[in-house]
């Protein structure tokens, strides 16, 4: 867990670029009808405005939110140290999901008067991604990388 405001801007740039890369190359896959080697590719173009979105919702927003929120669910005297970080990464997704589904919907897709409906579609499309590719692998991915460059860090 990053203990400073640097640490927490570190861990924010490496949880975004993992899960939103991710979350992009699943939607493009969906709308091509398949995962090809071009998705790929194609995901960096729209990192570029999606990364910088779900970072300053993330950590000026949803963050100071999700830890409130879990630090009142989870009690660490109770409860072993891994439900916190289960709790942390399941109301993050909660959370950024409607969130970055409904920037995909205004900056992305082309609504028309079916706004609220792409939203909520986009929304419920996202979310089991999302979730499970928090918990199992960019959220576990993303905590290693960071205890490492933490622990490289402090060796210096």
């Given at each position: 867990m990053p203990k400073t405001k640097l640490q927490e801007v570190i861990f924010t740039v490496l949880m975004v670029f993992a899960m939103v890369y991710s979350m992009i190359c699943y939607n493009i896959s969906l709308h091509m009808g398949g995962l090809s080697n071009e998705v790929f590719l194609s995901a960096f173009h729209e990192l570029i405005f999606m990364g910088p979105i779900a970072f300053v919702l993330d950590f000026f927003l949803v963050a100071p939110l999700?830890?409130?929120?879990?630090?009142?669910?989870?009690?660490?005297?109770?409860?072993?140290?891994?439900?916190?970080?289960?709790?942390?990464?399941?109301?993050?997704?909660?959370?950024?999901?409607?969130?970055?589904?409904l920037a995909a919907t205004i900056l992305l897709k082309d609504p028309g008067n079916q706004f609220i409906s792409v939203w909520i579609q986009t929304t419920a499309i996202n979310f089991p991604m999302a979730f499970f590719l928090q918990i199992f692998y960019a959220g576990?991915?993303?905590?290693?990388?960071?205890?490492?460059?933490?622990?490289?860090?402090?060796?210096n």
């Open positions: 999700v830890k409130k929120k879990a630090f009142a669910i989870v009690d660490l005297k109770k409860d072993n140290p891994f439900i916190l970080v289960l709790a942390i990464s399941a109301i993050s997704v909660a959370f950024m999901c409607p969130l970055m589904s576990p991915l993303v905590r290693f990388l960071f205890q490492v460059i933490i622990s490289v860090k402090v060796r």
